[in-house]
């Protein structure tokens, strides 16, 4: 039994390479930019084994990995460890939740510094246009 709409009915042609917005193979960076524009690296460390990860997929992977990692020790490892600090230090409640809290005013003050100096700096320019 086929309903109209249903998944089969949905189905499209996969766009071909030069249709697909972010193929792996694309290239990263423009005609008459600096040597080193556009590679995957830190300041002005980007060996060529590195340019491995310089793709879109990977990009997403290690935002995914890090935000995964980051609500797990908030989540996870701080609730559970807060305790223990209370018990050996002799904390109030008030003391051990400002310890927690303070990664979110940390993020407060910083977030703001690394916004302004990373709109400043290299921008990923053909993966989001």
Same mark, same amino acid.
């Not at 030069?18 to 792996?24: A, G, I, K, M, Q």
């Given at each position: 039994?086929?309903?109209?709409g249903?998944?089969?009915? !949905?189905? =499209?042609e996969?766009?071909?390479e030069? $249709? ?5 193979d694309a ?5 008459? $930019?600096e040597?080193g524009?556009?590679r995957?690296? !830190? #300041?002005?460390?980007s060996?060529? %084994?590195? =340019?491995? #990860? ?9 935002m995914?990995? !890090?935000c995964a990692?980051?609500t797990?020790i908030?989540? /996870?490892?701080t609730?559970g460890? +807060?305790?223990? +600090?209370? /018990?050996r #230090?002799?904390?109030s409640?008030?003391?051990?939740? #400002? +310890? ?10 910083t977030?703001? +510094?690394?916004s302004?100096y ?5 921008k990923?320019?053909e %993966?989001?246009?």
């Open positions: 039994m086929s309903l109209p249903s998944l089969r009915d !949905l189905r =499209q996969a766009p071909s030069e $249709e697909r917005p972010l193929s792996d290239k990263h960076g423009k005609e008459g $930019e040597e524009e556009g995957c690296g !830190l #300041f002005c460390f060996p060529d %084994w590195l =340019q491995v #990860f310089n793709s879109p997929r990977c990009l997403l992977f290690f995914c990995a !890090l990692t980051e797990a908030l989540l /996870g490892l609730p460890v +807060i305790s223990s +600090i209370e /018990g #230090f002799e904390l409640s008030a003391k051990s939740g #400002f +310890i927690v809290s303070s990664t979110e005013l940390f993020a407060v003050f977030v703001p +510094i690394i302004y990373g709109g400043k700096s290299h990923v320019r %993966w989001t246009n």
